[in-house]
């Protein structure tokens, strides 16, 4: 039997939430399931993700694939990495620190680009109320 991870759609109309769930791959997508996985709400900013982590790396261990939008899921919430770096022999906890130190690093980088791109737009209004190009205003702004 072909395990497929995917999502289910649940909620009202224009307010999707999705589960991720295992299911046999010829099962219609709100079919039945083998296993419910967890909750993804897009809806909110940034999209909620809500994940068993252990089972979903179970699954992917035992040979499911998931579709390509529960496996950017997936990695964005380092569960694919953690694969990756257990099927290259390191130990769970081992796995695990280095799981936490990646999703750190992925926070500070988006931090980053969130002053940065703050920045941009300020010195974009501040350059359309004066009437000039922006990059003449983001010199006046470093002076």
């Not at 130990?91 to 791109?117: F, G, H, P, Q, T």
Request: charged fraction near 35%.
């Amino acid at each position: 039997m072909a395990v497929k991870i995917r999502l289910r759609r649940m909620g009202k109309k224009r307010q999707p939430v999705y589960k991720v769930v295992a299911a046999d791959a010829r099962s219609p997508r709100d079919g039945r399931i083998i296993e419910a996985l967890g909750l993804y709400n897009p809806k909110t900013n940034p999209a909620t993700v809500e994940l068993n982590n252990d089972r979903a790396l179970y699954w992917l261990s035992v040979g499911a694939q998931p579709t390509t939008t529960v496996r950017n899921i997936l990695s964005k919430e380092g569960i694919l990495l953690k694969k990756q770096l257990m099927k290259k022999g390191a130990s769970a906890e081992e796995a695990d620190v280095k799981v936490a130190a990646w999703k750190e690093e992925r926070l500070a980088n988006s931090e980053k680009k969130i002053k940065k791109s703050s920045k941009e737009k300020v010195t974009e209004s501040a350059a359309e109320v004066k009437g000039t190009t922006s990059e003449e205003t983001a010199a006046e702004i470093k002076e």
